[in-house]
């Protein structure tokens, strides 16, 4: 009796490892543009950018996305002090500036400010004598000797 030769059995391909690959982040939104409103007390602002005039207030802009610069505005108004303003990502989305008023700015732009007068200069007469210095008084001073009870 011959038997034959154990045939080997077919050889399993092993499974191929498998690279670990990281999943694909998910796309991020972009950020939908939103628009500040700057709104000046009072109304009638001119708003500038680098000197530039943009117009006038209540003026809606759109803000800066995060990673953006911020922009530094200007808000003027005749009879007001020049208001900066920075609009950043952060910024609201309504701004209200109250805009200081001038130092001796009438109520009118038109009309000339009027200079007050000069205050009238005292006479020797009507000056305060000058009061003597009074004698400065000297403390007590405590006594610093040090006293040695076993003596």
């Not at 034959?4 to 391909?13: D, L, N």
């Not at 200081?100 to 000339?112: F, H, L, M």
């Not at 009507?126 to 009061?131: G, R, S, Y």
Request: charged content about 25%; hydrophobic content about 30%; glycine content about 4%.
């Amino acid at each position: 009796v011959v038997t034959p030769p154990p045939t080997p059995e077919p050889a399993k391909p092993e499974p191929e490892p498998v690279a670990a690959t990281k999943p694909e982040p998910a796309p991020v939104p972009a950020e939908e543009a939103v628009q500040v409103k700057i709104v000046s007390k009072p109304e009638g602002a001119e708003v500038y950018n680098e000197g530039s005039l943009l117009g006038h207030s209540p003026f809606e802009l759109e803000r800066p996305k995060r990673g953006e610069p911020g922009l530094d505005l200007t808000l003027k108004l005749s009879g007001y002090k020049d208001q900066p303003v920075r609009v950043t990502a952060f910024t609201q989305e309504k701004l209200t500036v109250e805009l200081d008023k001038k130092r001796g700015a009438s109520a009118s732009a038109t009309k000339p400010a009027a200079t007050p007068a000069p205050a009238p200069t005292p006479t020797p007469a009507q000056t305060k004598p000058a009061e003597e210095p009074q004698p400065r008084r000297q403390r007590a001073r405590p006594s610093t000797e040090v006293l040695d009870p076993w003596n």
